[in-house]
């Protein structure tokens, strides 16, 4: 089978790799769709996400969804079945797993994080725990996008993000947008967004923003504050990691609002506008990955209640992954996923 793998800091290379067989409570897939992630693109071009760094090779790719190719002793599942895949890979027994924060474990495999191998893939094998059956009408991209809607997910329910709340999520990216579907789904009444990228602003829109803004033609505070009787709003997101969203996040905020930290920044240190948010006692949370939203996330899809599905924009064979690294990284062509799939459309 054909795998990428991450040679040196920029460079992918595709390699044969022996065809990897199921251990007990073990199925292979045969990968169909996966994502490339902002957390990819930094693992790529910087070789580290802060002390998680890579030791070449590396293969990377963690969103992806699959059909059952062959399966080991004690599995359930079947060849054939399709299946969205959750990337991580908790112990069930540490300390955190016991307490219900399975993301925080700390055994964590999670795919396509050094030292793990991920899964841009022909196959990959996966403990069956981590294989979710999808129905019929959902498509394999629309699966490959439940993780990083469970991203989305983790940082309203971090937030607890309820009817007729005000919310506003600073970066319009995928996981900016994920985050706007999870927030409308929990019942936010406007949700105001940001971007640099025009596109992105546009994307915003038709994905159910009540307001954008970008923040090179004006005063993002004063446009929120004006919006919301000069209270600020009741939820901010940073989905971008970047010191301008996170000053944003904390000037936005209403007085004991709260405020979700999702973006992975480039750098290891940023700064707290520290008066503001201790004058407003800001609930500060800061999100890593989610934790058990992923059946949340199949219901809501397979309802038809969110619509993941205009999220991915552009598609690639294994072959020519290097052109989606460069165009996810150059925001180029209003991508917002794009999506990999190394056996073809499947
Ligand atoms: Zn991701
Ligand atoms: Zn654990």
């Given at each position: 089978?054909?795998?990428?793998?991450?040679?040196?800091?920029?460079?992918?290379?595709?390699?044969?790799?022996?065809?990897?067989?199921?251990?007990?409570?073990?199925?292979?897939?045969?990968?169909?769709?996966?994502?490339?992630?902002?957390?990819?693109?930094?693992?790529?071009?910087?070789?580290?996400?802060?002390?998680?760094?890579?030791?070449?090779?590396?293969?990377?790719?963690?969103?992806?969804?699959?059909?059952?190719?062959?399966?080991?002793?004690?599995?359930?599942?079947?060849?054939?079945?399709?299946?969205?895949?959750e990337p991580a890979n908790h112990c069930g027994k540490c300390v955190y797993c016991q307490r219900g924060r399975q993301n925080l474990c700390l055994e964590m495999k999670f795919?396509?994080t050094?030292p793990i191998?991920?899964?841009?893939?022909?196959?990959?094998?996966?403990p069956?725990h981590c294989?979710?059956?999808?129905?019929?009408?959902?498509?394999?991209?629309?699966?490959?996008?439940?993780?990083?809607?469970?991203?989305?997910?983790?940082?309203?329910?971090?937030?607890?993000?309820?009817?007729?709340?005000?919310?506003?999520?600073?970066?319009?990216?995928?996981?900016?947008?994920?985050?706007?579907?999870?927030?409308?789904?929990?019942?936010?009444?406007?949700?105001?967004?940001?971007?640099?990228?025009?596109?992105?602003?546009?994307?915003?829109?038709?994905?159910?923003?009540?307001?954008?803004?970008?923040?090179?033609?004006?005063?993002?505070?004063?446009?929120?504050?004006?919006?919301?009787?000069?209270?600020?709003?009741?939820?901010?997101?940073?989905?971008?990691?970047?010191?301008?969203?996170?000053?944003?996040?904390?000037?936005?905020?209403?007085?004991?609002?709260?405020?979700?930290?999702?973006?992975?920044?480039?750098?290891?240190?940023?700064?707290?506008?520290?008066?503001?948010?201790?004058?407003?006692?800001?609930?500060?949370?800061?999100?890593r990955r989610s934790n058990g939203?992923?059946?949340?996330?199949?219901?809501?899809?397979?309802?038809?209640?969110?619509?993941?599905?205009?999220?991915?924009?552009?598609?690639?064979?294994?072959?020519?992954?290097?052109?989606?690294?460069?165009?996810?990284?150059?925001?180029?062509?209003?991508?917002?996923?794009?999506?990999?799939?190394?056996?073809?459309?499947?």
């Open positions: 089978m054909k795998s990428a793998v991450l040679t040196a800091l920029r460079k992918i290379e595709i390699k044969d790799m022996p065809l990897p067989e199921p251990g007990t409570g073990e199925v292979r897939l045969k990968v169909a769709a996966v994502g490339v992630c902002g957390s990819d693109v930094h693992y790529h071009e910087e070789g580290r996400i802060g002390s998680q760094v890579v030791k070449f090779p590396q293969v990377l790719g963690h969103e992806p969804s699959g059909v059952v190719d062959a399966v080991g002793a004690g599995v359930k599942l079947k060849p054939g079945d399709r299946v969205a895949v795919l396509g050094p191998d991920g899964i841009f893939s022909q196959y990959r094998v996966m069956e294989c979710f059956p999808i129905s019929d009408s959902m498509s394999l991209t629309e699966a490959s996008l439940l993780e990083p809607l469970g991203v989305g997910f983790h940082a309203v329910n971090l937030a607890k993000v309820g009817l007729g709340d005000t919310v506003a999520v600073f970066g319009s990216g995928p996981i900016g947008l994920v985050t706007l579907l999870a927030a409308k789904a929990a019942g936010a009444a406007k949700v105001f967004m940001t971007d640099l990228i025009p596109e992105r602003l546009t994307f915003a829109l038709k994905t159910g923003a009540d307001y954008v803004m970008n923040p090179s033609d004006g005063d993002v505070v004063e446009w929120i504050l004006d919006n919301t009787g000069g209270l600020g709003v009741d939820v901010t997101v940073d989905a971008a990691g970047k010191q301008e969203t996170l000053d944003h996040c904390c000037l936005c905020s209403r007085r004991g609002g709260k405020a979700v930290i999702v973006g992975i920044p480039s750098v290891d240190r940023l700064l707290l506008p520290l008066h503001e948010v201790r004058r407003r006692e800001l609930e500060m949370h800061n999100a939203e992923m059946k949340a996330c199949i219901e809501l899809v397979a309802s038809g209640r969110i619509n993941v599905k205009p999220l991915a924009t552009h598609f690639f064979p294994l072959e020519k992954i290097s052109d989606a690294f460069s165009l996810v990284h150059n925001y180029a062509d209003g991508v917002i996923r794009a999506i990999i799939q190394p056996n073809g459309e499947l």
